[in-house]
């Protein structure tokens, strides 16, 4: 391989941990804003995170896809760039930890609109049984016995 050549591939791969890092931060802010927005049940905000969240792991999964194809051209460049690569997950693995907690959120909300809700239609969802078809059917509090 010329040495032109194992620059321009030292460049790129640098270029695209640059972008990778870039992606990073940015997703960790719009976590944060994500938490924010759950914490102030602000759905417009939720929803504008949760689009930018998703675009932004597109991004990186396909930043991922062309680190690892010029990793297989240069390795020589991919070790020399390799405590770059591990910082980056490092703060991949803080991401995925900060969207747990989000995550943790939205599921202790929802049951409690599962609560609310099944006090309102006089439904226990702790009491339900499960029907032929394996679908879950709550009983109701008080039944009609008959009509006149």
Same mark, same amino acid.
Request: with cysteine; proline share 1%.
């Given at each position: 391989? =010329? $040495?032109?050549?194992?620059?321009?591939?030292?460049?790129a791969?640098?270029?695209?941990?640059?972008?990778?890092?870039? =992606?990073?931060?940015?997703?960790?802010? *719009?976590?944060? @804003?994500? @938490?924010?927005?759950?914490?102030? $049940?602000?759905?417009? +905000?939720?929803?504008?995170?949760?689009? %930018?969240?998703? $675009?932004?792991?597109?991004?990186?999964e /396909?930043?991922d896809?062309?680190?690892?194809?010029? $990793?297989? *051209? +240069?390795?020589h460049?991919?070790?020399?760039?390799?405590? %770059?690569?591990?910082?980056?997950?490092?703060?991949?693995?803080?991401?995925?930890?900060?969207?747990?907690?989000?995550? &943790?959120?939205?599921?202790? %909300?929802?049951?409690?609109? /599962? @609560?609310?809700?099944?006090?309102?239609?006089?439904?226990?969802?702790?009491?339900?049984?499960?029907?032929?078809?394996?679908?879950?059917?709550?009983?109701a509090? &008080?039944?009609?016995?008959?009509?006149?």
């Amino acid at each position: 391989m =010329s $040495a032109a050549l194992q620059v321009e591939l030292d460049d790129a791969l640098s270029a695209v941990l640059d972008d990778m890092q870039r =992606s990073l931060a940015e997703l960790a802010d *719009a976590l944060a @804003r994500e @938490r924010t927005a759950l914490l102030d $049940a602000d759905v417009p +905000a939720i929803d504008a995170a949760g689009a %930018r969240k998703q $675009a932004l792991m597109q991004s990186l999964e /396909r930043l991922d896809a062309e680190r690892q194809q010029l $990793a297989l *051209a +240069a390795p020589h460049a991919a070790a020399a760039q390799q405590t %770059r690569w591990q910082d980056l997950l490092a703060r991949l693995r803080d991401c995925r930890d900060q969207n747990q907690r989000n995550g &943790s959120i939205v599921q202790q %909300r929802l049951g409690s609109v /599962r @609560r609310a809700l099944a006090i309102l239609t006089g439904q226990d969802s702790e009491t339900g049984v499960y029907g032929r078809s394996g679908a879950l059917h709550a009983r109701a509090r &008080s039944h009609t016995l008959a009509e006149v």
